[in-house]
């Protein structure tokens, strides 16, 4: 009999933004990686870990099958304690082998502990959806993007951006013309993580909330031309995220299957457990 996944979550938000977004939507970022991976693997245990804070782990790295960083409003090319916590725990799992994966910020850690380099995006924010996500021809046959069409959106909230990918083990699956890196591997010391840019994790009810959560922003920087606007952009996640198969709302957010359906949002997560975690527990013999 196959043995549960162990696997552990690796959460960068800190405290304000957690109870902040605890407050909107009942959630902290890791509760819902948390939620989103029991759902493709109901059998597995869980520990969620804050690097930032005080504590040890649950367990040590090497005891777990897969490391999930979720994101989080931590910019990496910020000099503090937050970040270097959370680099150095990145560090960490490299060394011990244990495979990876990450969104947004948990990309952007990656990327930082690997030598690779974050920005503030020149070209601004992408709020709510990233648009047009073409796999590069290394991403159109890597397992990561196994099910994707040549040409997709995704839920992603994020102002920051990968400058350059580490000079050494990394390759370049995907991206769009607000951000060239929407997808990309990384393999360092012992260790090999998959990230993407967007969130493969995230309900449209919890993407509605974080449009609101941002709605003055939004506002000042003529992405909305009123909070209103801003609040009928959310009701339409939320209605899609209600009924996926509302053709009306589909057509008004211009979005397909890929956004609408729960499960196709989540095929990177699907496809990391299936091709990334799983096999390196059975080259460990945990299978």
Not at 109 to 125: L, Q, S
Not at 272 to 279: C, G, K, M, S, Y
Request: charged content about 25%.
């Amino acid at each position: 009999m196959t043995k549960p996944l162990n696997l552990l979550i690796a959460e960068s938000e800190p405290e304000e933004a957690r109870d902040a977004r605890r407050g909107a939507t009942g959630r902290s970022s890791g509760e819902t990686y948390m939620d989103a991976l029991r759902a493709l693997a109901p059998d597995a245990r869980f520990d969620i870990f804050r690097p930032g804070e005080p504590g040890r782990l649950p367990q040590a790295l090497d005891a777990y099958d897969g490391v999930f960083l979720s994101g989080s409003p931590l910019h990496v090319y910020h000099d503090n304690h937050e970040v270097r916590a959370n680099v150095d725990f990145m560090r960490a799992v490299f060394d011990a082998g244990v495979p990876s994966f990450g969104s947004c910020a948990g990309l952007h850690i990656a990327v930082a502990a690997a030598g690779g380099t974050v920005r503030r995006n020149p070209d601004g924010h992408e709020v709510g959806l990233a648009r047009r996500i073409a796999p590069t021809p290394e991403g159109a046959r890597h397992p990561l993007l196994e099910g994707r069409p040549a040409a997709f959106d995704a839920p992603a909230v994020h102002g920051d951006e990968v400058e350059a990918l580490p000079p050494e083990g990394a390759t370049r699956l995907a991206g769009n013309a607000a951000s060239p890196v929407q997808a990309a591997e990384i393999r360092c010391g012992a260790g090999t993580f998959w990230g993407v840019q967007y969130h493969p994790e995230l309900p449209l009810d919890q993407l509605a909330q974080a449009i609101r959560r941002q709605k003055e922003g939004l506002v000042e920087r003529g992405l909305a031309r009123s909070e209103a606007d801003v609040e009928a952009q959310a009701g339409l996640f939320e209605a899609l995220g209600r009924e996926p198969d509302r053709l009306d709302v589909a057509w008004r957010l211009g979005v397909d299957r890929e956004v609408a359906e729960g499960a196709r949002r989540s095929t990177e997560l699907r496809n990391a457990l299936r091709h990334l975690v799983e096999p390196a527990r059975a080259r460990r013999g945990r299978g």
